[in-house]
């Protein structure tokens, strides 16, 4: 069976940095897509935003307010995908959630969510 498992999420001053992890127990075959979404305070799921994102083999794509301050990687050997985020401002305070797909079946697999909190 399959999980996602997040970690490295917390409280952080505007201006800080913070990695957060997804690992995956378990194998997801032929990983095609990997993605990291955000659930703002109030918001409801629907209204999650896509934050970074890769198809396998080709560059990162980023949401316009993360461009150049977040950056998604992945690594084999540990199984994880990551999500660096630098310079993080109050507005980046949400739940943080990896989405990694298997190109093989279509299926998308979700972690269960970390906290980001940004504030002084």
């Known amino acids: 069976q399959v999980q996602l498992v997040e970690s490295g999420g917390g409280l952080v001053q505007p201006g800080g940095s913070l990695r957060v992890s997804c690992a995956v127990s378990?194998?997801?075959?032929?990983?095609?897509?990997m993605g990291w979404y955000r659930q703002a305070p109030g918001k409801q799921r629907e209204q999650r935003e896509l934050v970074a994102s890769m198809f396998t083999g080709s560059s990162a794509n980023y949401a316009d307010s993360v461009k150049g301050r977040f950056t998604i990687s992945r690594d084999n050997a540990e199984n994880t995908v990551y999500l660096q985020m630098n310079s993080l401002k109050p507005e980046d305070t949400a739940v943080y959630y990896c989405?990694?797909?298997?190109?093989?079946?279509?299926?998308?697999?979700w972690g269960q969510g970390i906290q980001v909190v940004v504030s002084s």
């Open positions: 989405d990694i797909r298997s190109g093989k079946t279509g299926r998308d697999y």
């Open positions: 378990g194998t997801i075959a032929s990983i095609s897509y």
